[in-house]
Nanobody, 124 residues
């Protein structure tokens, strides 16, 4: 069982930046693909970004491409989401998810473990 804890959310003005962190309870994050998803009020959960277990392959939703960067530190057991040029439409609860696989995964159903989420609010 892997527990994931997100942190780094908060309130920021449009155009600002935030860095989200996802910490895993496992001693090593090696072997796990990780993804970030978000859910805004009244909307379905949507894919944001994903990274494979080595960190060499990443994938982004079109809506965040060029503004968000996903990265990882397997020694520290953490995955990060650097969010720049934030927009009000980025407001949502952000969740990280993990699955033990060598593939990269961008569908919510492909993930086994989920964190509790961290709120990101972007004011206009």
């Amino acid at each position: 069982q892997v527990q994931l804890v997100e942190s780094g959310g908060g309130l920021v003005q449009a155009g600002g930046s935030l860095r989200l962190s996802c910490a895993a309870s496992t001693n090593s994050f090696r072997g796990y693909a990780v993804g970030w998803f978000r859910q805004a009020p009244g909307k379905e959960r949507e894919f944001v970004a994903a990274i494979n277990w080595t960190g060499r392959t990443t994938y982004y939703a079109d809506s965040v491409k060029g503004r968000f960067t996903i990265s990882r530190d397997n020694v520290k057991g953490s995955v990060y989401l650097q969010m720049n040029s934030l927009k009000p439409e980025d407001t949502a609860i952000y969740y990280c998810a993990a699955v033990y696989t060598t593939d990269i995964v961008w569908t919510a159903t492909g993930y086994t473990y989920w964190g509790q989420g961290t709120q990101v609010t972007v004011s206009s």
